[in-house]
């Protein structure tokens, strides 16, 4: 299974930008997507998942009300509309993906929660 991401580039401090993943290989169903981020120097952060089979998102407490994550299960394929884009959310940002189940929803938040990753897009953001 790879997982392409798309759509990151250079955006002024108060814009958009809206990243999109899709999986593609072998036939895959997964259980939920999600996005994290690397900024320079920095650890992999967790910022959006959506789970498939309840439609429940989850958010990183720095992008709530400014992102919104959403996307299509049956094509294995999730979106990022970011908003308000602030200096911070400058980062590689990355798309999983988990065919695993778990129950309850906080592994969502974790690497942990993910057995698929795509090689990340580069978000800038300039002020």
């Known amino acids: 299974v790879q997982l392409q991401a798309c759509g990151g580039g250079l955006v002024q401090a108060g814009g958009s930008l809206r990243l999109s993943c899709a999986a593609s290989?072998?036939?895959?169903?997964?259980?939920?997507m999600s996005w994290f981020r690397q900024a320079p120097g920095k650890e992999r952060e967790f910022v959006a998942a959506i789970r498939w089979s309840s439609g429940s998102t989850y958010y990183a407490g720095s992008v709530q009300d400014r992102f919104a994550i959403s996307g299509d299960s049956a094509k294995n394929t999730v979106y990022l509309q970011m908003d308000s884009l602030k200096d911070e959310d400058t980062a590689v940002y990355y798309c999983?993906?988990?065919?695993?189940?778990?129950?309850?929803?906080?592994?969502?938040?974790?690497?942990?929660?993910?057995?698929?990753w795509g090689q990340g897009t580069l978000v800038t953001v300039s002020s």
């Open positions: 999983a993906a988990g065919d695993r189940t778990y129950f309850g929803y906080s592994i969502y938040y974790t690497e942990r929660g993910y057995n698929y």
């Open positions: 290989g072998r036939t895959f169903s997964s259980r939920a």
